[in-house]
Structure formats: C-alpha cells, structure tokens
C-alpha cells in the first residue's frame, strides 16, 4: 500500500472491555512496530515485529497487553480489561528490513513509517 | 535507560525567522537518530535521518546536526512558513538490531503569519 494504515482511527470503549487495534504496514517491510503516545508521556515504544516473530516486548506496560503478527504483514495490538490509563494515541509504524544492503523507491531502510494511529478513550 | 529531551518545549516565532531547535540523549552510543514532525490528530512524517557516523543532513529549508560524543542533534529551519507550524520530534535508536526508537518530548512549533 501507500502507507502504514491502522485501523479504527478512533476507538471509545467502557473501562473493562477487551479492545483490537489493527495496523496494516507498507507492503514490503518486514519491521513492525507499535508505539504508545499519551499526554504527558511523549511517545514510548511498546512491541517490535520482525516478520511474525517479536524479539522484543519489552514496552508492553502489563499482560493486558498483546500483539500478534501474521503472514509478515497485519499486526493486531489487544489490550484486555481496558483501563482508563490506557487512553492514548496508539501509533504503528514499519520499516524495511534491517539488515542487507540498498534502498528501494527511494525508502532508505532505516527509517521508520508511521500510520496515522488509533484514539483509544477508556471511559 | 536512553532519555532523550528537547529543548524548547514550545517556541513561537514570526515568519521568515531561522530557527534551531534542540535534542540531546544520554547514551552516545546510538545507531541513526531521527527528526520526525507531527502535525495535530495525524502520524509522524520522517524528515531527516542521521546515521551515527554522519555529522548532518539536509533537506530543502531543513538541516539537523550530530555530536554524538557530546549527545547533541539540532534542527535547522531556515526562512520558517506558517505551514512548519507542527510539533517536532527527535527520536534515537540505540542499534541495528532491530531496536526501538526513544523519543523526546517534542518541541511544538508556531510560526505566525
């Protein structure tokens, strides 16, 4: 595609309900990212993808939190028993893969694209 | 633990003026370091990307420096518009294996007609 596309753009839910947020990556890019933006804590990183495998989860806040990753392309962030706290912007970006030499269509590979994210309010 | 700040957190100025925003981070020892703007309710767009080996970058009105010795990157605009109104984020990546980016708080920027 174009661009990195999540989906909803905006998502209101009652404290409690588990939530799905989807991210849908530049066709090609086999680095997968999700990050958190809330106010007053700038943006943080939550979960890396290189293809289906997540080597690093270290920014998952708690074990509400989940993501998957299949076919090296869609990626889905839950989040169970939603908390008002986990109201934030949920932004998802991709990049090329890491390793290897070149660019393609004038993508350099280490630069990250970012989708447009998903308003998650918790009421 | 990588901290990244911006200075400053907010910055208004009048159109035409040049202007420089600053980044630093704690840990030198990174990869690339990115600037990135964000406009109200959209994503991130990728300006500038500065590889650790590399000392600046340029685009258009746009340069962004690296001293990653003294942890320092700063954002050149020349000739500001009312269209750089947006906020502006750094953002390093400690190496290449994959890892995240850690970002700065931003610098949210109004340039008046």
């Known amino acids: 595609g174009a661009g990195v596309s999540q989906s909803p753009s905006n998502k209101v839910t009652e404290k409690g309900k588990d939530v799905e947020l989807r991210c849908d990556p530049i066709?090609?890019?086999?680095?997968l990212y999700w990050y958190r933006q809330s106010l007053g804590q700038g943006l943080e990183f939550l979960i890396y993808f290189q293809g289906n495998s997540a080597p690093d989860k270290s920014g998952l806040p708690s074990d509400r939190f989940s993501a998957e990753r299949t076919g090296g392309s869609v990626s889905t962030l839950t989040i169970q028993r939603t908390q008002q706290e986990d109201s934030a912007v949920y932004l998802c970006?991709?990049?090329?893969?890491?390793?290897?030499?070149?660019?393609?269509?004038?993508?350099?590979?280490?630069?990250?694209?970012f989708g447009a994210g998903t308003r998650l309010s918790v009421l | 633990k990588q901290e990244v700040t911006q200075i400053p957190a907010a910055l208004s100025v009048p159109e035409g003026e040049n202007l420089v925003l600053n980044c630093s981070f704690t840990d030198s020892a990174i990869y690339n370091l990115q600037w990135f703007r964000q406009d109200p309710g959209k994503g991130l767009t990728s300006l500038l990307l500065?590889?650790?080996?590399?000392r600046e970058q340029t685009s258009g009105r746009l340069n962004a420096s690296l001293d990653k010795s003294s942890g320092r990157s700063t954002l050149y605009i020349a000739a500001s518009q009312p269209g750089d109104s947006a906020t502006y984020l750094c953002?390093?990546?400690?190496?290449?294996?994959?890892?995240?980016?850690?970002f700065g708080g931003g610098t949210r920027l109004m340039v008046k007609p």
């Open positions: 970006a991709s990049s090329l893969p890491l390793t290897g030499g070149g660019a393609e269509g004038g993508r350099a590979k280490n630069i990250q694209y």
């Open positions: 953002a390093v990546r400690k190496n290449n294996a994959g890892n995240m980016l850690t």
């Open positions: 066709s090609g890019h086999t680095a």
């Open positions: 500065i590889q650790s080996s590399q």
